[in-house]
């Protein structure tokens, strides 16, 4: 059984449905679903309408996201453990995913996330704490964004994770991976 085929079943989609919204022909459909390996236009086309990554389409047997459903969140809800200690919503879930050798899209999406989140509220507070100079602000102007940039990461954490329950997938997810 191809990849193509586990997916469209897991959209419901008729092959003819898939067709049209990939913007390819029903015939290509069934050469890859017989077992031809999507290339170039077909390749970005069909990853977009099954809302995959062009390497999950690539691979010879499909990813047991069902199994590995639990784990998976465990990963992403370990950032919440360490979500005050520097750079520790990173490292644990990295040490989980590599110890558990559960090293997937998800999981790479988990971390980059967080090292994104990292870095960029890193830039905020330091913006802050010049703003605060600058406009003669309260000293609590930089508490106050750390506690909002950390309420958001929690809220990015917690969404994920129902998304993750809900529909195997990330609801906030980058278009690039750090891993």
Sequence with gaps: ????????????????????????????????????????????????ALEVEKNVLLEDKIEEIES????IKYINLSSIILIIVPLGNIVLPLIIMFWKKQI?????????IQILWTLASILVVIASSFLKNWLSLSNQVTTFTILILLVVNLYIILRNTAE????????L?????FL
């Excluded at 919204?21 to 069934?30: E, L």
């Excluded at 997937?104 to 980059?112: D, P, Y």
């Excluded at 997810?173 to 991976?177: D, G, H, M, R, V």
């Design 1 to 48: 059984m191809s990849i193509v085929f586990e997916l469209r079943g897991k959209l419901n989609l008729t092959q003819e449905e898939l067709a049209e919204k990939a913007n390819i022909s029903v015939r290509t459909i069934q050469r890859i679903e017989a077992g031809t390996k999507p290339k170039g236009f077909t390749l970005e086309a069909l990853s977009k």
């Design 173 to 177: 997810k980058l278009n690039f991976s």
């Design 164 to 171: 993750i329950e809900r529909n195997d997938r990330l609801h």
């Design 68 to 71: 590995n459903k639990k784990l």
């Design 104 to 112: 997937n899209a998800i999981t790479k999406q988990i971390i980059s």
